[in-house]
C-alpha cells in the first residue's frame, strides 16, 4: 500500500486510511472500555484524534474532489464509506488508480 503524498490524492489516502483506523480503535477498543470496563476517559484522546483526522479528512476531500473532478455521487460515496466501519479502506481500491482532470 502506497501514498504518494505528491498527489492530492495521495494525501487524501493516507488520511483516510489513518482516519479509518483511529475510527476502529475508537469504536472497537475505546468504547468498549468506556462503556463495558467503566474507564470514562478511554475515548478522550482517541475520539479528539479522530475528530481532528476526520475533520482533515473532509478537507481533503473537497480538494481532491474539485481537482480531480469527482461527480458529486462519487464524492458523497467516499463521505458515506467513511462513516461505515471499514468502509475507507474499501472505497480506497476503488480510487486507487484515479488520474486528475485536466
Known amino acids: ?3 504518494p503524498l505528491n498527489t492530492s ?4 489516502r493516507l488520511i483516510a486510511f489513518i ?3 483511529s475510527y476502529l480503535i ?4 475505546a468504547m468498549p472500555m468506556k462503556y463495558l470496563g467503566g474507564m470514562e476517559k ?3 484522546y482517541p475520539g479528539m484524534a479522530h ?7 473532509a478537507f481533503l ?6 481537482e480531480y473532478r469527482w461527480s458529486f455521487k462519487k464524492a458523497a460515496a467516499a463521505f458515506f464509506w467513511s462513516l461505515i466501519p471499514f468502509g475507507s ?11 486528475p482532470a485536466r
Open 9 to 12: 490524492l495521495g494525501r487524501f
Open 26 to 29: 475508537l469504536l472497537f477498543i
Open 42 to 44: 478511554a475515548v478522550r
Open 89 to 99: 479502506f474499501y472505497f480506497d481500491k476503488k480510487i486507487a488508480n484515479d488520474k
Open 51 to 57: 475528530g481532528v483526522l476526520f475533520v482533515l479528512f
Open 1 to 3: 500500500m502506497s501514498f
Open 61 to 66: 476531500l473537497l480538494q481532491v474532489w474539485v
Open 19 to 21: 482516519e479509518g483506523i
